[in-house]
Nanobody, 123 residues
Framework: DVQLVESGGGSARAGGTLTLSCAVSVSSANDYCLGWLRQASGKEREWVGSLDSDGRINYADSVKGRFTISKDNRKNTVNLQMNSLKPEDTAMYYC??????????????????WGQGTQVTVS
């Protein structure tokens, strides 16, 4: 079983920076893959980026070069640093995990575990 708790988020001006953190609790020794996804009001949930079990990180084109995913093994967190924020980054952001697979995916339906979500608003 996996539990995810997000923190961070809030409001920022365009061009600013916010950092989200996802605290990960895994009850078994299985490796996990973790994705960051977001959902703007009235839109489909979209993949932002992800961390594979081997540490490989991938990003959506819309955030590449602006967002950075990192893992803090000491704190058991996966962080999403968001630089050069744009109004179109406004959304509810979720971290999500899947176990038993080596690689994360862009499909929201492939993740079995989800955090509660945290709102990011860019003006």
């Amino acid at each position: 079983d996996v539990q995810l708790v997000e923190s961070g988020g809030g409001s920022a001006r365009a061009g600013g920076t916010l950092t989200l953190s996802c605290a990960v609790s895994v009850s078994s020794a299985n490796d996990y893959c973790l994705g960051w996804l977001r959902q703007a009001s009235g839109k489909e949930r979209e993949w932002v980026g992800s961390l594979d079990s081997d540490g490989r990180i991938n990003y959506a084109d819309s955030v590449k070069g602006r967002f950075t995913i990192s893992k803090d093994n000491r704190k058991n967190t996966v962080n999403l640093q968001m630089n050069s924020l744009k109004p179109e980054d406004t959304a509810m952001y979720y971290c999500a995990a899947r176990t038993g697979f080596a690689y994360a995916t862009i499909a929201a339906g492939s993740y079995a575990y989800w955090g509660q979500g945290t709102q990011v608003t860019v003006s």
